[in-house]
Every structure is written in C-alpha cells, then in structure tokens.
C-alpha cells in the first residue's frame, strides 16, 4: 500500500483554501465511564495572513484543539489539515516532517535547548530539515527582535523576554504554513509580553504570516483580528477586530 497522499479541502482551490481548518474534530480522552471529551465536533478555519486567538475557560477544550491541529496530539475522529495536507491521514514519520517543514512553534516555556546558543537555536529548525536560511528574513528578524547583540547568548544568560523571543524567531525563520503560539506570553511581565505580542501582530501584517494563538488574557487576544471562543468542548462563538473590552464581555457571557 502507497503512503497517504496529501487531500484537498473539498470545492476549494489551493489559493483559496485556509492556512489551517478542521473538520467535525473529536477528541476523547480515556475509555468508558471515565472517557472525556475534550473536543466535540469542532470545525473550524483559519485564513492565511491572519492572527487568530482562541479563547474558553479552563477545560474548554482550546490547547486541546492546537495540540490536535499542530500534530502534537491526535484526533479520535474527524480530520485537521495544515494547508492542503490532512494532518489525520498521515503516519508518524510524515507527520513529523510536516510539522518541521510547515509548522512553527511558541510555547510558553520557550523549549529552547540550552546548550546551544540563541543563533543555534533559531536556526535548528532548518538545520534539521537541511534547508539554508533566507539571509534576509533571518536578519530582519533578528534585528526587530532585537537579538543581534544576543545571538551567541546561551538561555541561560537571557532574560525571559529574550528567550521567548529567540523562540519567535525560531518559529518564523522556516517561513511555515502557519504558527501556533500557546499561552505565548504566560511567563512574562506585561512589558515583555507586549513587545513579543506586537511582533506576532507584524509577522502578519509585513511577512504575511498565519499565527494561531491559545490564551487566557484578554489584552494578548486584542492583538488578534480574531478570537474563536470554545466552551465545553465546542465553537462557542468568535469576535472579530477583538478589543479588551469586547473579549471580556464575550468570556463573561460564557461564565469563563
């Protein structure tokens, strides 16, 4: 038997599909009397060049959700594509090369490898994958990150901020299909999560990058053009052109 090929959304064309969809997404942890449903039938697209935030009280099913569509974990049913690739069809192996080609990472505990340094960190990704860096995307990024003064800094010797924007950097210098950022800001102070959120919001604006972004804060998820709120498991709701305000109000009709 051939391996997986690749399947199309259907009566969409390439250039029109989004970066990111799934379709009537279930996940069910565990078996029987104590199996939970952390996702019931949730179907859901996230167009290219666009910053999306993705919002519910705790238990609401949304790192579930990332984690499902970024290939961290898998689907009980239903189907999760990255572009035209349906992430659900495909083995092990392949699935690892879509998530080193085609996705990008920011966690909120950064995930940097600390004996390398902060320039090996950003470009492991592409040495992973044998691929050169783009000259000039690497050094835009690092000089509105501010990191040039940084790059031979090991982890160790950089403040929060720094790393979570050395791991930025890592997510956008592979140019993916689209990053998922989950609770990217949770470990910084306000300041830092500001100038980390205001790059994401460039990234889409002046690199056309895809970001989809879990979090619990209602100032992260005004940068976003969009929220898509979850509530016990399914799609809730969404806002668009988000404001503080707006998501506060939307959360509180949730009683989140």
Excluded at 51 to 56: D, K, R, S, V
Excluded at 84 to 109: H, K, M, P, S, Y
Excluded at 220 to 227: E, F, P
Aim: proline share 4%; charged share 20%.
């Amino acid at each position: 038997m051939g391996a997986p090929q690749a399947v199309a959304l259907p009566q969409q064309q390439a250039a029109q599909q989004p970066a990111a969809a799934t379709r009537e997404l279930v996940k069910v942890y565990g078996s029987g009397e104590a199996a939970v449903r952390a996702l019931d039938g949730v179907s859901v697209q996230f167009g290219r060049a666009q910053f999306t935030a993705i919002m519910g009280a705790s238990g609401s099913g949304k790192s579930t959700l990332m984690h499902c569509m970024a290939g961290l974990d898998s689907a009980t049913s239903g189907q999760v594509w990255v572009g035209t690739t349906e992430l659900t069809r495909l083995r092990d192996a392949q699935l690892t090369r879509v998530r080193r080609d085609q996705i990008g990472f920011v966690f909120q505990a950064y995930n940097l490898l600390p004996q390398l340094t902060a320039e090996e960190n950003i470009l492991l990704p592409l040495q992973l994958a044998g691929r050169r860096p783009d000259a000039t995307l690497f050094n835009h990024l690092i000089e509105v990150l501010g990191l040039r003064s940084r790059l031979k800094h090991r982890p160790s010797q950089l403040s929060g901020g720094q790393q979570q924007r050395v791991a930025v950097a890592r997510a956008l210098v592979s140019q993916p299909a689209v990053v998922f950022a989950d609770e990217p800001t949770g470990n910084l102070d306000s300041r830092s999560g500001a100038e980390v959120l205001s790059f994401l919001r460039r990234s889409v604006r002046e690199l056309q990058q895809t970001v989809v972004m879990v979090t619990h804060d209602p100032v992260a998820a005004s940068y976003a053009d969009r929220v898509v709120l979850l509530a016990d498991g399914r799609l809730a709701g969404e806002i668009h052109q988000p404001t503080q305000d707006s998501v506060v109000d939307a959360l509180r009709g949730l009683g989140a």
